[in-house]
Every structure is written in structure tokens, then in C-alpha cells.
């Protein structure tokens, strides 16, 4: 190769021309490192505790955020506890209202219907001697009507008008015991 060939190339770099004491770090990166170790390591470690540090924070709170929400829980369920035995009270003394309430009801109601049933009772009987009072009425103006009807036939066999006379009364006596207008 020519000298301007030579030039123009770059060297090539190997791997033993590049570390020259073999495959690793040069010496001269070793020594540029060897201060920095212990600095290097010191603040790993705080990295690696700082990191540990927040795990188990978060671990913690967890944990009482657990226990929060248990009692919470707890707090919750003897406030629901208290609030159903409350309706259940309630419920009960509503119950028991509503039962009492039914039977001063039911008490008045059969008071009622007991003067109803007696005042029905009484205006019925007394509907029933009053339409037996008439009927005997209209019986005695029906026997009244007969005698007379037999007097007037007995009297005056010829006359025509009395026979009429009567018949016309004992229709209308007729119509009257039975209730029918004239």
C-alpha cells in the first residue's frame, strides 16, 4: 500500500489495540473509576433505601388504610344495626297501633250496627202494627161497607142508584185495604 492509500484509511481498531491489557477496562478507565467506588456505592445504597423506605410506607399505610376501612365497617354496621332495631320498634309499635286502632273500629262499628239494628228493629215493628192497624181498619170499613150494602139491598131492592152507591164505596174501600191509589 501506498503511502497515500495508507492516508486515506483509518487504522483499524481491534479489540486488543483498543484494551490493551486484554478484554476489561483500560487501566487508565480503572483508575479514573477507583475514586468514584465507594461514592458510586454510597449513593446506590440510598437509592436502594430510599426505595425500600417507600415500599414499606406504602405498605403501612395500606395496612391502616385496611384497618380504617374495617372500622369504618364496624362503625357502619352498628350504626345499621341501630337503625333497624330502631325500625323494627318502630314497626312493632306501628303494628300494635294499628291493631288497637282496628278494634276501637270494630268496637264502635258493632255499637253502631247494635242501635242501628235495634232502631231498625223498633221502626219495623212499628211499620207492622201500623199496616196491621190499617188492615184492620180497612177490614172494619170493609164490613161497615158490607152492612151497609146489605141494608141497602135489604131496603131497596128496586132502587137502582143505592146498588151502585155501594158498590162504587166497597170498590173504593177495596182499593184503600190494598194500598192502591182511586
Known sequence: MSQA???????????????????GVSEGLKRARR?????????????LGFATAVYYYSISKVKQDDFSDLANLTASNSN???ASSSLSSALSSTT????SAAS???????????????NTHSSLSRLAEQAQHAS????????????EAGDV????????????????????LILLAQGRPL
Open 5 to 23: 492509500q495508507q492516508s486515506t484509511t483509518p487504522p483499524r481498531s481491534t479489540h486488543a489495540s483498543y484494551h490493551p491489557g486484554g478484554y
Open 35 to 47: 475514586p468514584y467506588f465507594w461514592k458510586n456505592a454510597a449513593t446506590g445504597g440510598a437509592i
Open 80 to 82: 345499621n344495626t341501630q
Open 96 to 99: 300494635d297501633r294499628i291493631h
Open 104 to 118: 276501637t273500629a270494630s268496637t264502635q262499628a258493632s255499637h253502631k250496627l247494635d242501635a242501628l239494628a235495634s
Open 136 to 147: 184492620t181498619q180497612a177490614r172494619e170499613q170493609v164490613r161497615e161497607a158490607g152492612h
Open 153 to 172: 139491598f135489604r131496603t131497596g131492592r128496586d132502587a137502582v142508584e143505592p146498588k151502585d152507591d155501594v158498590r162504587n164505596r166497597l170498590r173504593e
